[in-house]
């Protein structure tokens, strides 16, 4: 079956350590996204990718870090300098008909 | 930049009911693309519907359909038939082409609740 993968589905960190988000997908799809979801918000953009081996900030990427090498996978650094980092985070990649397809998701905890 | 507002933080509806949820949009653009997203307590995100400002149709899909009023800058998602399956956060986005890295830009929610 064709999809976007996001392990793990819960995790959880100490505060001060880097944690890395895992999105794999096998829809052949040249853009990947990544959005983080907070209580009342709707989804905010964090980084893009629309080929490999390149990638653009979005609107909250400080503190965050992103690797573009294979074209199947998109994985997400959550580091020490992002303030507030418990969040729920959503993968997506978009097959050029201009509709995202999103992954389960990763529930971080930083305690 | 384009902005999403979702006026109903929550709403409620009995079973087989028909519920209008509220969107509107600001942009100077005149091509894009809308969206409404389902988002389940399993919290995947589901795409419901999708409209191109380009079509004055309104897009159904079974028991959803927009009201896309483009002079408005308003685009509602109507339910019909409520069911239980229903309930779910509801998300409005907006997506403007721009060749292959369309970024979505989306509203805060609505929380509809379905009641039996």
Not at chain 1, 48 to 54: C, M, T, W
Not at chain 1, 101 to 109: A, D, K, S
Not at chain 2, 16 to 36: G, I, K, P, Q
Not at chain 2, 92 to 101: E, H, L, N, Q, T
Request: aromatic share 12%; glycine share 8%; hydrophobic share 30%.
């Amino acid at each position: 079956d064709g999809g976007i993968t996001q392990s793990p589905k819960y995790l959880f960190r100490k505060e001060g350590q880097n944690v890395t988000l895992s999105c794999e997908q096998n829809l052949n799809h040249d853009a990947m996204y990544w959005y983080r979801q907070d209580p009342g918000q709707g989804l905010r953009l964090i980084y893009y990718s629309q080929i490999v081996n390149d990638f653009q900030k979005g609107d909250i990427a400080e503190g965050y870090s992103v690797s573009r090498e294979k074209k199947e996978s998109f994985p997400l650094t959550v580091t020490s300098a992002q303030k507030n980092p418990t969040a729920f985070y959503l993968c997506a990649s978009n097959g050029g008909n201009y509709e995202q397809y999103f992954g389960p998701g990763t529930r971080l905890t930083v305690t | 930049a384009q902005t999403v507002t979702q006026s109903q933080p929550e709403m409620s509806v009995q079973e087989a009911e028909t519920v209008t949820l509220s969107c509107t949009y600001d942009t100077s653009e005149n091509n894009y693309y809308l969206f409404w997203y389902k988002q389940p307590p399993s919290r995947q995100m589901i795409l419901v519907i999708r409209q191109e400002a380009y079509k004055q149709q309104n897009a159904t899909e079974n028991r959803f359909s927009v009201n896309f009023q483009k002079a408005a800058k308003s685009f509602s998602l109507k339910i019909s038939d409520s069911q239980l399956g229903d309930t779910a956060m509801y998300f409005c986005a907006f997506m403007k082409p721009r060749g292959g890295s369309e970024k979505l830009v989306f509203g805060k929610g609505t929380k509809l609740t379905v009641n039996p």
